[in-house]
Each structure stands twice: as C-alpha cells, then as structure tokens.
C-alpha cells in the first residue's frame, strides 16, 4: 500500500497546492484559467507531438485499444444516460450531459500524470486514443442531445458545428502531427525536438495544479444526490464498462489494458461544469467534478492495487 501511495500522494499533493495556491490568494481564476490555456494549448500538444512522432504507428494508433475503449465509454454513456432519463426523471439535455460526465475523463489534467506516475510511457499513448474518442465521439454525442433538447438548430447543424470546434483543438493537431510524423518516417531536427522536449515535460505537474486551483470556490447548492451517483457512475462504472469492453476484444496488449482501466478511473474533464452551464446545470456539475475529484484519490487506489502497480 506504501507504494501505491507514493504514486498517487503526489499527484493528490500537486492539485492539494493549486487549491491552497487559489485559497491564498497568490492566483485569481483568470490567471489559472491562463495555466490550463498553456497546457491544453503548448504543453500537451508537444507531449503527444514527442511521443506519437517517435513512436511506430502500429503502437501509436492500436484499433483494438480504440475499439474497446469507445465500446466501454458508449456502454456508461447508456448506462447513466437511462439512469438520468427514466429512473431520476430528467429531461433529454440534463441526461446528456450526465452522461457525458460519467463517461469522459480527465485524459489530459489527471489521467496522463496519474497513468505515466504508476506505469510510465504507455500513458501517452493511451492518452493519445482516449482523447481521440472522447473528443470525437463521446463529447459531440452528448453535446447534440442536448442541444437536440434545447430544440435549438436541427442535430446535423450542432453536430458540424461541434466537430468544426474540436478539430480546431490544439490537442487534436497535435495528435494529427505526431501521427502524420510517424507515418512519414520524419525525424524531428534537435533544434526543434528541444523545445518540444522542455514543453512536454511541464504538462503534467501543471495540469495537476490546474486542476487543484480550479476546485477552490465551485459552487454546489443542493445538488449533492445527483453529484453522488453521477461521480460514483465514472469512478466505478465507467473503469468496469472499459474493463469488460478490454477482456471482449481480442489482441489488446496487457499494458495497454491496464492503461485504459486507469485512464477511466479518472474524474470527468475539468470543463463539465462550463459546458453544463449551456443548459443550466453549472451547480450539479461543479458538485460532480468536486466529489469525483476527491473520491478519485481513494478509487484510483483501489485500482492501483488490483492492477499491481508499484508492487516490483
């Protein structure tokens, strides 16, 4: 158990000082909102632009790893989706966006740190195809229900202007240069590989303090059931959704099934309170990410134990 802890003490520790960081004063929200822009716009591009563009194309885009992680998301997207809609009574926007939440990760703030803390480089190359279904499948999918809820503009309409936002996403493209790096066989000059490199190698501690000065001030005013079950749903149902989801497609390595089991273990994606928002559900969202973000540390834990991580 000591050496699970020191895997994920840190992690907890790092988003433990962005909280006492915004708490103290030393950063407003702007000034972290311009962290996470950093991350999400230089750092982790030019992790996934290191990682895909060095690593051989087989191992970089796995059709079984995508496959069994897009089925196991799709099943806790359902899974919530039915909850929501014909047992808690929601209506088709609030079912989306629940679903949505107990469905996507933190790929990018906690999943890669926490991953590449307990089982090293894979966790790129998870992240790499976890981003790629949950931007391209999971988020428009549950962003066109519940427009499609708002009766606002037909479901093709919000479905192009979606897809038109994300590929615009400096995380997409650099995904799309490492790959296109790796097909091409380029090798990245030293004068640039060294930026990239120092680049890379901030996103993960920075994410994590994002992530911690975020926390500080959300607002949560009686929404706490709903909060529970959402964030219980992504803490367990989605990791068991992908684990089944991993056992039934064959050819999957080992590794990279312990990577996908822990990347769905992570809390939601940090802007599910601003995209809830939309629809008039920042409270529920933000009690959701809170709880999911503080259980995480004991279910992410648990997981560690059963994979064996740490335990060499």
């Not at 976890?130 to 499948?137: A, I, P, Q, R, S």
């Not at 093709?156 to 995380?171: D, E, Q």
Request: glycine content about 12%.
């Amino acid at each position: 158990m000591l050496q699970i802890l020191q895997i994920t003490a840190p992690i907890f520790l790092l988003i433990g000082l962005g909280y006492l960081a915004a708490m103290g004063g030393l950063l407003n929200r702007e000034q972290v909102r311009g962290i996470g822009a950093f991350v999400i716009t230089f750092a982790m591009p030019a992790l996934l632009i290191k990682t895909l563009g060095t690593s051989p194309i087989q191992q970089a885009m796995a059709p079984g790893y995508l496959l069994a992680y897009a089925v196991g998301s799709l099943a806790a997207f359902a899974a919530a989706f039915g909850v929501s809609r014909w047992w808690r009574g929601d209506n088709l926007s609030g079912s989306a966006i629940n679903a949505m939440g107990m469905s996507v990760s933190n790929s990018g703030f906690v999943g890669y740190p926490m991953v590449a803390a307990a089982l090293g480089s894979p966790a790129v190359l998870g992240m790499a195809m976890g981003m790629l279904v949950e931007n391209l499948l999971m988020i428009p999918l549950a962003l066109v229900l519940a427009e499609a809820g708002k009766q606002q503009g037909g479901g093709l309409k919000v479905l192009g202007m979606t897809f038109g936002r994300l590929l615009k996403n400096p995380v997409i493209i650099g995904i799309s240069i490492g790959v296109a790096v790796s097909l091409l066989g380029i090798e990245i000059p030293p004068l640039l590989f060294k930026p990239i490199d120092m680049l890379a190698g901030v996103s993960a501690p920075l994410a994590l303090f994002v992530i911690g000065a975020g926390l500080f001030g959300m607002k949560a005013r009686g929404v706490w059931v709903d909060a529970a079950w959402i964030a219980s749903g992504k803490l367990i149902i989605h990791p068991l959704a992908v684990l089944v989801a991993f056992m039934l497609v064959p050819g999957v390595d080992p590794m990279m099934k312990a990577v996908g089991v822990l990347f769905a273990c992570s809390p939601m994606m940090s802007i599910f309170p601003i995209l809830g928002q939309r629809f008039g559900l920042e409270d529920r969202c933000s009690a959701t990410l809170l709880v999911a973000t503080v259980l995480s540390f004991f279910t992410i834990s648990v997981a560690l134990v059963f994979i064996g991580a740490g335990s060499s």
